[in-house]
């Protein structure tokens, strides 16, 4: 049995259709003129969206853009203001998500949402249980429920356990979980807002397999994403939105990389990769052989000030535990930590700090902000018992002025620094961590996928902020699962395979192949 037997799906769509050779074939989506409009904030001014059925419409656009809040209006998240939203060609009012759901719309959100202490079965079927009767009364069919997603799994080729707690899971993981939970309400219409943030190449690939299959079978895809080689490898139409407007739609065959970032941005664009080559100092940080048993061991590297030391690796490989430990997140089975040749016990992340530490985490949601706090608190979390306390009480007036200049700095697209932090796009929440993190004045900062999520423009205002801190003597250790970037910023780049260093390169001599060599062990 095929997967899309095992799914529900008919008979597999004519290509003729999907390229819309048969005029008679309806758009699956329509979007016309819709508004949206929040305290302060337009994030949407009259946009319009176009999906075939059988393609993948990519929607690009810079953080801020509207692309999030549009498709939460057409998941029934949202409501918009004016506007209307057609379904093979008849108009619908998507007023829940249960009535998108139930019209066949699924939506992927870039932020994850699942339930942390339920397991990876309970998180798939939720609503959906199997049930069985005991005569008096009904329970969960939790063989029946296990036995469902198995088979989901085996036809999707994903190798999890349907009994674990996703708060197990690694981040990674947890975004395939989404994934395998959209393709299972069999929806004629799939939104994909950022699924691979938090995927490995391969990963990658086993998710643009299952696209094909959804394609070939009629699904009409939207898919957000700001990764370039991912618009031109899978995306059919690609629209383009800015500051909430609607901009142009092409084919995708027919744009390039330049086209589309300068519709992206409205400007031309440097180098996404703006480093600079500064003065390399001492050693700021030294780790000597150090182990955190089960998850990596002898783990040793020096990194010195106005060093970008990029770390590479593969999920699992261990990375994101190495900062940890670094940070005092999580204490070390053995091995020593230096910080400016003198050697520290990092029992917490406070220790850490005293040391002139920072660690900017990889899942901004879970560990990163407090969503029903204002941007402001935010920021100034990680301060207010420094320098800006004084006698018993916090100096707001000057810790406010300083946020505000990170907030013009970093170019953190908000009404104000009042706003809750959750009102903002992913990359404008991630842009107000950093900004966090700078508020420390640190001279170590450890970042843990600087810029996913981010959009191209954003991505290369914090790359050059990155080289910027360099070149004023921070030391920096920068994990990405993106290997332009790692390329790209990095001076030496150390590579991680199954908890354990494999190996390090110079930045003159590194290359995609080297690094993939080195990870994969």
Known sequence: MSSSE???FQEPFNESQAAGVLPHVPYLLEVEGVRKEFPGVVALDGVRLQVRPGTV?????????????????????????????????????????????????????QELNLMPYMTVAENIWIRREPMKGLGFMDFVDHKEMRHMTEHLFRRLNIDLDPEAEVRHLTVANRQIVEIAKAVSFESDILIMDEPTSALTEREVDHLFAIIAD???????????THKMDEVFT????????????YIATHLA?????????????????????????VPIGDVALSVKNLSLEGVFSDVSFDLRKGEILGLAGLVGAGRTNVAETIFGVTPPTSGEIFVDGKKLTVDSAQTAMRAGMA????????????????????????????????NGFVTQGALTAECEKLKGALRIKTPNLDERIENLSGGNQQKGLIGRWLLTKPRILILDEPTRGIDVGAKAEIH??????????????????????????SDRIMVMHDGRVTGFLDRSTADQVSIMHLASG
């Open 6 to 8: 095992s799914l529900g």
């Open 57 to 109: 419409h990519a929607l690009m656009g810079e953080n801020g853009a509207g692309k999030s809040t549009l498709m939460k209006i057409v998941a029934g998240v949202y409501q918009p203001d004016t506007g209307e939203i057609r379904l093979k060609g008849k108009p619908i009012k998507l007023t829940t998500p249960l009535v998108a759901l139930d019209a066949g719309i699924a939506m992927i959100h």
């Open 464 to 489: 050059r902020l990155i080289s910027k801190l360099a070149g004023e003597g921070l030391a920096v250790l920068m994990i990405s699962s993106e290997m332009p970037e790692i390329l790209g910023m």
């Open 234 to 245: 899978i995306a059919d139409d690609v629209s383009v939105f800015r500051d909430g407007r």
């Open 359 to 390: 660690f900017l985490t990889e899942d901004r949601k879970d560990t990163g902000c407090f969503l029903v706090l204002s941007v402001l608190e935010n920021m100034e979390i990680a301060v207010l018992q420094d320098r800006y306390f004084k």
């Open 214 to 224: 959804l394609k070939a079978h009629g699904v009409g895809i939207v898919y957000i």
């Open 253 to 277: 065959k027919d744009i390039n990389r330049d086209i589309l970032i300068k519709e992206m941005v409205g400007r031309e664009l440097g180098a996404m990769f703006p480093k600079e080559t």
